[in-house]
């Protein structure tokens, strides 16, 4: 949200920031695997198993349409709508995870989860009346935040 205000939503592109926050993974990793050694493993690795370079390829893209879909929801509705996205779809899985597997859901589980969507509804309910007071005295609120 800061971003967006700070420079603008139009001067903010989603694939310059994916390229700068990926280059800085590629660095740090590559950094890692040669302070700790590990980068002759990797690649003995990869020699052994070539299939590895489709799979990573595969986790690339579907991570990278990941990323859009993240920037997208961001920038159009805010990082409240994308955090009730993702604590929901992770409530889901629990959920799932749950019916499917079998896994039980211990009550203080139940009362931690309860507690985490209070304070997120609590949240997105407190800057809907924000907006709208904002909205009813004139402020002229775009409705994006």
């Known amino acids: 949200d800061k971003v967006y ?3 603008g939503k139009k001067n903010v592109d989603p694939y310059q920031m994916m390229l700068g926050v990926n280059s800085s ?3 740090i990793t590559t950094a890692g695997l040669i302070i700790t050694g590990d980068l002759p493993v990797v690649w ?3 020699t052994a198993n070539p299939i590895v370079l489709r799979y990573n390829i595969i986790t690339a893209i579907t991570s990278a349409s ?3 879909c993240i920037f997208y929801t ?5 990082p ?5 996205i993702m604590t929901t779809r992770q409530m889901f899985s629990i959920c799932i995870s749950s019916i499917v597997f079998g896994h039980p859901i211990s009550l203080k589980a139940f009362v931690g989860a309860a507690l985490v969507f209070s304070v997120i509804f609590y ?3 407190r800057k809907y ?7 009813g005295s004139g402020g002229g609120g775009s409705g994006q935040n």
Not at 129 to 135: K, P, V, Y
């Open 74 to 78: 961001i920038k159009e509705f805010g």
């Open 44 to 46: 003995e690795f990869i």
């Open 66 to 68: 990941g990323q859009l």
């Open 80 to 84: 409240i709508v994308f955090t009730i």
């Open 25 to 27: 993974a590629i660095c």
């Open 129 to 135: 009346n924000a907006r709208m007071q904002r909205e």
């Open 123 to 125: 949240q997105i309910r």
């Open 5 to 7: 205000q700070q420079y």
